[in-house]
């Protein structure tokens, strides 16, 4: 065990070393790290890959769960007042709702950094197919089911791990 940690802190210190270089190399070019101008090309495909894989859609809970949780402190604090806070909490809410828009430019923005113009094409170009869509309609299901398979194999092999050492040490008068 002592072994496996020390060699996970070698690698993570090796990591550490390579990001510090990049981060190094970055300043010492004049560039921030990340920093590029995209073509509007660019950002359009990323805004349309975005789009086919519905990539943002989980971001639009953000606003209104925070609304709901903000009523409901207020309301619990003053419940005489229940209505008022929240037809004004609703109201705000409904004035922020225009600023999703920066976001998802932010996140068309960072797809773009990440991909290529030519590969956010092709990501497009697959998702907008009946197998790339059929593909994000299942992958919850697929994460679930890898994750379940993987604890079972965990737990098999976590089983087998300990009964082989017992008995190794066993064999070695080492128990």
């Not at 560039?31 to 859609?57: C, F, M, R, Y």
């Not at 919850?140 to 040490?169: C, H, M, Y």
Request: glycine letters at 6%; charged letters at 25%; one cysteine or more.
């Amino acid at each position: 065990m002592v072994k496996c940690v020390g060699l996970l802190r070698s690698k993570l210190s090796k990591i550490a070393l390579l990001v510090a270089t990049l981060f190094s190399m970055a300043i010492i070019v004049g560039q921030p790290v990340g920093a590029q101008e995209l073509s509007q090309s660019h950002l359009d495909a990323a805004k349309k890959a975005i789009s086919v894989t519905n990539a943002t859609a989980k971001l639009n809970d953000i606003l209104p769960t925070a609304a709901l949780r903000l009523a409901g402190r207020l309301i619990s604090n003053r419940p005489d007042i229940e209505a008022q806070i929240s037809e004004i909490v609703n109201e705000t809410a409904l004035e922020l709702a225009p600023r999703r828009g920066d976001l998802q430019k932010e996140v068309a923005s960072i797809y773009g950094r990440i991909f290529t113009e030519e590969e956010l094409s092709a990501i497009s170009i697959f998702f907008a197919t009946d197998t790339g869509q059929k593909f994000l309609n299942e992958l919850p299901l697929v994460v679930r089911e890898v994750e379940k398979a993987s604890r079972v194999w965990g737990t098999g092999v976590n089983r087998d791990l300990v009964q082989t050492v017992r008995k190794k040490l066993k064999a070695a008068n080492l128990e």
